[in-house]
């Protein structure tokens, strides 16, 4: 076996790690119950309310930056999906591995909104598909622009 092989191995078994660490990363939130979610977020929002409360002494709407903080938790867990997707589909598909990578993470998203159904304090919210789109849109896309951008710099 010369390196090629070895590198080419180590991107397989890579691709299928990063791959399975996505998907267990989205199980893991997906199945916390309601309180334990809220109480994740609400922590994050109790530490910058207590920033912003030492930087201009405002109040502001927390409820709101709370739903915020939610969402934007969905946008980079899909965004870690996207990127895992992406890198997976680029070692093992030989055609179309953007579209098998956009497919696969709409199909994860649709079944983590419908596991939700079980957990509970849980449930399907439709709003959060296209904020999981819009995470894994942003993943795909940054591998795909810094894989463009590595292959200008090498021929370079």
């Not at 609400?42 to 903080?69: E, G, P, Q, R």
């Not at 079980?118 to 904020?131: L, N, S, Y």
Request: charge should be positive; hydrophobic fraction near 55%; aromatic fraction near 16%.
């Amino acid at each position: 076996m010369y390196y090629g092989e070895l590198a080419f191995l180590f991107k397989k078994y890579i691709s299928i790690l990063l791959l399975i660490l996505g998907i267990l990363l989205i199980i893991a939130f997906t199945l916390q119950p309601g309180s334990a979610s809220a109480a994740l977020a609400m922590h994050f929002v109790n530490v910058i309310s207590k920033v912003n409360n030492k930087l201009n002494h405002a109040t502001a709407d927390w409820y709101s930056f709370y739903i915020l903080v939610r969402k934007f938790a969905h946008s980079v867990e899909y965004l870690v999906m996207g990127v895992a997707s992406i890198f997976f589909f680029l070692v093992w598909a030989k055609k179309r591995p953007f579209l098998l990578a956009v497919v696969f993470c709409a199909v994860v998203s649709i079944c983590d909104q419908l596991s939700k159904i079980v957990v509970p304090g849980r449930e399907f919210d439709i709003t959060d598909i296209p904020i999981d789109v819009m995470g894994y849109l942003i993943g795909i896309l940054f591998v795909y622009v810094a894989r463009h951008e590595w292959h200008k710099f090498k021929q370079k």
